[in-house]
Structures are given as structure tokens and as C-alpha cells.
């Protein structure tokens, strides 16, 4: 098999040919590293390359999981492996290891997936573009000149250029939906409590944030939800289990849905001519596929839902650096933060507790709304982002003289679809039905009710059958190395 062959497989289909004796995990390791060397220096996607640590898990045997053998790469962030540096994209965190797996990253290893290195995030994943100080910006494989979005935009690039079919990302914004629309992929955000945080954290950004991954194929995001969902030991809360695997009910006769679908954002951020024909034309699609679509939206307050967010972001920045500090033992400073997260930390030095309650309480409130919008629909369809792939340096977590409310309300630009979902611990799905008339991707967001992801999942597998998109590549591939 040679790169060009190897990156045409989603997980599923290299995990087939292992099984089936037609490839060795070793052989496939090589292949992704190979990767890795052509293409990275491009991308800039990769950050640590773990080539002696896949071959020590190959040689000592791993469990015969549905991704037996197939490559596969962590984000920096949350998420961790034993001995494994996870820089968190920041100065302030360079060189933090953690001593043995979080739980997600146990159950990565029991689905057969085989860790070949880490990729980008943003600072603490604090921004909808991959360009940290740290580590200078991540590529978009579609235009090198374009952002990967954030702040799983490492993971992203390396997905759609086909180093790995699969990689660990996390959303607590949109920073799975994000890329997944800029790079073309499927990016799902689990509902809130489906697949495990712990055991560092509880609810990370006080529940905004979840953890899963990035794919090329609806059946490989159904199947690996099935391999890493429900409680670990000890969990705050979770979400109850399907009666049946949600990879067994991809197959089922798909029903009539009641589609609600908006154009305009939840809060007032340009939506570009391109974004919109694509939503139009997604419309059309479920139509024909015989769904009920309806133009309608959740109404909430906006106002007090992005206040509420500001606060809950600036406490979790605050703390966070906080506890890295201690972890590095090291003092916060300009020197060793980005802009956007030294003003953030300081900022919410000002916070109370009464604040941080006062904002959970409006998320309270948004949640309620937003769930009652559901009972009369299954899905809520708009674009995922507001633009197609943005140039890099637009969203700048660098730039003097910047406060804390400015690089909030400039950054959320980007995920004026994608945030409000985030707060509802609903699941969402972003899914690359769109295209711009540069051949840039436009992802196209499904929210569904509260532990619905299989009504979401069966629409994506519809969707994907009716309007393939695996066959369309990248600028930067490594079938074209």
C-alpha cells in the first residue's frame, strides 16, 4: 500500500484490512509517519511525532477494537496519555506531561486506535484559529493561506490531509464543528456527559466544553462513539445510553423529520452570499430526501446569553492558568501568555462566585428555551460558520492593547452558530456539504435534542450518500506527495 492508497480508508476500512490480513499495524504506523514527514512541514498540523511509542504499543499488543491498528493523533489539550507532553499551546504549559491516560484516552486505546503524535491548538484552546505563539500558525491543507479554524484546527488539517482518519478534538465553543467545516470533515459534539472528561475534570469551562473527534466518514464517528461513550468512575453526570449502538442504528429506514433551518446568526455577524446558497441548497436536499423543513430559530436573550459566556470563559481562562502555573511552577506573565489570555486571567481576578452562579443561572434559562424549540423540531440546520475559511492573522490572540471583552466579542464572531449548543449540552453535528467558488469547504450544523446524536447521525449518513464528499481533496494531501 502506498500514501495514496492508505489515505482513501476511513477508520474503519484500514481497521477491515487488518483484520483481514492485507496490512499489519505496523505498516500502517509507517504510512501515517510518512505522513507526517511530507506534508507536516507545510502544515505545521503535527507537533510531536510519537514513532517509538506506536511501535512500543504495537509490539506489546492492544485490545481488538472496531479501529484495530489505524494511526491516530491526540490535541494537545484536556485530553492526555501517560508521558506524553501536552503544551496546551501555550509557554506558560510547555513540557506538562501527566504520569498515566485520562479516561477518553484509555478508550481511545481500547478501540484499537494506535497514538503516532500530538497536534496544534490554540492558547488553552481559546480562539476559533490554530495560530499560536507557541507554536506559529497551523495551515488550512485547502489553502495554506487560510485558517484551520480552532480550536481543534491541528487535528483538523491533519484529518483532511489524510495523515490519520481520525483525531482527538474537543469543543467548547464550536471548536469541533469549527474545523471540522473549514478542513472538510464530520465534527460531532457529543451531548453534554456522552463521552467522559475525567478524571482531571468534572465539566470543563463549567459544561461548555465536551470532548470527542474529528472524521472523514459518518460510520467512523457513529462507530467511535459507540467505542468511548458513557460513565467513567466517579463522573459528575452523564448521558444515558442508547438502548441500541448508535453504529447499528446508521442502518436503519431513515424517518420523516421536521427540520427547522435559519440563515441569520444568533447574534448580529455577517453571513457571507457563499454560506447562504449552501444552507439554501441543504435545504432543498432534505426536501428531496423527504424531510419537513421550516424557517425558525430559538428565541433567547442575547444579550444576557453572551454576558453569561464571557464570564463563565473568563473564569475558566483564570483558573486555568492559575492551575498550570502551580503544575510548571512558573509566574503568569505577558511573557508567557498570549494577549487574549493575559488580559482574560486578569479579568477574571475580578470575578465573584456570585458571577460565575448569576451566568449559570442564565444558561439555565437559555436551556429551557432552546428545549422547548425542540419539542416542536428534531433538528435545527444553519451554516456552521459564517464565512468559508478565513485568511490567517484576521483573528489575531496577539495583538497589544487588546482587553478581555474585545478578543471575546472578535473571536465569537466565528462561532455565532455553533456556541449556543455548547450551553444547551445539546449535540451538534457539522458535516462538509458546501463549497465555495474558491473549492473551499462549508460546513453545513445539525442540532439535535438532548442524547439525540442518532437522529443526527442517521440524517448525516443520509446526507453523505445523497451528496458525497469523500472524494474531493485538499490542495496539500498526501496522495500528492
Known sequence: MNLSEFSMYDGLGLAKLVKDKEITPTELVELSLKGIEKINPTLNAVWNVLAETAEREIQKGFPDGPFHGVPFLIKELVLHAANVPVNMGSRLGKGFTAPEDSELMKRFRQAGLVLVGTTTTPEFGYSFTTEAVFYDPTHN?????????????????????????????????????????????????????????????SEPVNGLGLEFALTKSVRDTAALLDAVSGPDIGCYAWAERPQRPFFEQLFDKPRKLKIAWRKDPLYDVPVSEECIHALKETVRLCEELGHELVEDSPKINVEEFLGATFTIWAAFVNETVKTVAELMDRVPSVDNLEQANWVTYLYGEKLKASDLLKALDVNNRVSRAVGQFFTKYDVLLSPTTPCPPWLLGELNSNAKGMDAKTWFTDMFRYGPFTCLFNTTGQPAISLPLGWSNAGLPIGMHFAGRYGDEATLLQLAKQLEEARPWRGRLPKIHVSKV
Open 141 to 201: 491543507p485547502w489553502d495554506p493561506k487560510r485558517s484551520t479554524g480552532g480550536s481543534s484546527g491541528g487535528s483538523a488539517a491533519a484529518v483532511a490531509a489524510g495523515i490519520t482518519p481520525i483525531a482527538h478534538a474537543n469543543d467548547g465553543a464550536g471548536s469541533i464543528r469549527v474545523p471540522a467545516a473549514c478542513n472538510g470533515l464530520v465534527g460531532l459534539k457529543p451531548t453534554r456527559g456522552r463521552v467522559p472528561v475525567g478524571p482531571d475534570y
